[in-house]
């Protein structure tokens, strides 16, 4: 029987199909947009559709000191921020254009007076790929640069790769499905590929290991609005039309409801 899932996958290693079979079980999951894609259109891709997301933490310690003798200190704070821009560097230099990486620090902290030279300092990046080999290899990489700058300047380092969600890839042949599916509800010319994946995340990727699955986006854009301006998903500015969670209940049951067929009629004596 197929489903749409719709719940959290945190208890997934516990296995939320456990007695289905990939002959006979897929998941399917819509994702509203407040940007980039007009209302009520949807967009999918065969293929990786959102990246894997883990964290970098850093923290590196030295010895703290007055701003006006740095010589008498061992400063974290321009290593920190060699290690930062150097990630930045690693991951054009390192990394294939064509199968990606994005590192972004979006946390840093050192000190609390403009005159003190502080212990440690430590920053945390979020870091998305779209393959389980790039997956590994940035790990290897980003671990390596930081502690070798470390190492550099004097200082001890402590550095931590967490993993957070998986890549999320669509099976082909139920995203052809899906896509055939959407067409009927919402016409032709409003589900359209998308030309990339998306560097978002989503623990809905977990499914994939267990069951083929297929990952869809709804705009949800208001009309007045225009989606390639707009603000998008986690702005503080950003507006979605609630209208269109018609069309997601409309469209994960009609896939949910195409796919239990198509698996029966594939069962032995069915």
């Not at 991951?91 to 440690?120: C, K, L, Q, Y």
């Not at 560097?199 to 390639?228: K, N, Q, R």
């Not at 997601?248 to 049951?253: D, G, K, N, P, T």
Request: include cysteine.
């Amino acid at each position: 029987m197929a489903r749409s899932v719709s719940q959290s996958t945190g208890d997934l290693a516990d296995g939320p199909v456990p007695d289905r079979s990939p002959t006979d079980a897929a998941a399917y999951a819509v994702h509203v947009g407040a940007a980039l894609l007009p209302h009520g259109w949807v967009a999918t891709r065969p293929g990786p559709v959102m990246a894997a997301a883990d964290v970098l933490a850093v923290t590196l310690r030295g010895r703290g000191g007055h701003g006006s003798m740095p010589h008498t200190a061992l400063d974290p704070v321009p290593a920190a921020c060699e290690a930062v821009t150097a990630l930045q560097a690693m991951v054009t230099r390192r990394f294939d254009a064509f199968d990606p990486v994005v590192v972004t620090v979006g946390s840093f902290h050192a000190g609390t007076a403009d005159n003190v030279i502080p212990d440690e300092a430590e920053f945390a990046a979020t870091v998305r790929s779209f393959s389980w080999e790039t997956r590994e290899r940035v790990r290897e990489e980003s671990l390596g640069l930081v502690r070798g700058i470390a190492a550099a300047h004097g200082l001890e380092v402590d550095a931590e790769f967490r993993e957070g969600y998986p890549v999320t890839v669509n099976d082909p042949a139920e995203t052809a499905f899906a896509v055939s599916t959407a067409r009927e509800l919402v016409g032709d010319k409003r589900c359209v590929e998308l030309p990339h994946a998306i560097a978002g995340s989503e623990d809905f990727g977990l499914l994939g290991d267990h069951v083929p699955s297929a990952y869809l986006m709804l705009g949800a854009c208001p009309p007045e609005l225009d989606p390639f301006t707009a603000a998008y998903n986690h702005s503080p500015v950003a507006a979605f039309d609630d209208s269109v969670l018609d069309t997601a209940a409309a469209l994960l049951a009609a896939l949910a409801m195409g796919r239990s067929n198509g698996a029966e009629a594939r069962l032995p004596g069915a």
